[in-house]
């Protein structure tokens, strides 16, 4: 049996179409992986109960820009990388100075300025001083003397014989925490890195020539 084979136009013009069919691959292929592991790591951020505009901090971008090529690559980050990195490592965080991490309660509201709310800041947003209360067993408080709002935030009391004025525990005081583990980023990582051949074989199968 003889068996002959014939190469039907030309052959430089056939390699040329099988790479630019593979660069649209690998692009495609790279920028669905890309977008697989962004929405993951944004579904545990919310899933994880730490909202989504901390999700929305996930952003990706595929290189090249604009046209494909065979070394397509994504960049997957977070614009709050401290935060998310936090939340994944599980770290024990200490105050810088030494002494007391102050961790606010529902009564003290939230910063007007975004991050975490200070004893310094309460008091001059709230005009109150705080006082501080020594616990031996718990963490000690610092309180201030004031009322409660239909919010459940403490603020001044404009009553002039004290009435419903009452001793409200604003901050925590702990010389650390440990942050529990709330994220995992390398496990997406590592699933969308071993998808990825597999993208790209079908995407160029179905690359048209």
């Known amino acids: 049996m003889k068996l002959s084979a014939t190469i039907v ?7 040329a179409e099988e790479v ?21 790591w944004r579904a545990q951020i919310v899933g994880a109960g730490l909202g989504t505009r901390l ?13 494909q090529s065979l070394n397509a690559a994504v960049v997957i980050w ?3 990388p401290v935060i998310v990195g936090a939340h994944d490592t599980g770290p024990l965080i200490r105050s810088r100075n030494g002494f007391w991490l102050a961790i606010p309660t529902p009564a003290a509201g ?10 310094g800041e309460w008091e001059r947003r709230n005009g109150l001083r705080l006082r501080f209360v020594y616990r031996r067993s718990g963490p000690s408080l610092l309180v201030a003397e004031g009322r409660l709002n239909t919010r459940g935030r ?16 604003i901050f925590l ?16 990582a590592a699933t969308w890195a071993r998808r990825l051949p597999r993208l790209v074989g079908r995407a160029w199968v179905a690359s048209p020539r």
């Open 9 to 15: 136009g030309s052959l430089g013009q056939i390699m």
């Open 20 to 40: 630019k069919a593979g660069e649209k691959a690998a692009t495609a292929a790279v920028r669905q992986a890309g977008d697989g592991l962004k929405a993951a």
């Open 55 to 67: 999700a929305k901090t996930i952003r990706s971008q595929t290189y090249p820009k604009s046209g």
């Open 78 to 80: 977070s614009k709050a």
């Open 110 to 119: 939230r910063s007007l300025r975004g991050g975490r709310l200070t004893p």
């Open 154 to 169: 403490a603020v001044r009391s404009r009553s002039k014989t004290g009435r419903g004025v009452a001793t409200v525990p």
């Open 173 to 188: 005081l702990v010389p650390q925490v440990k942050l529990p583990k709330r994220l995992d980023i390398e496990g997406p």
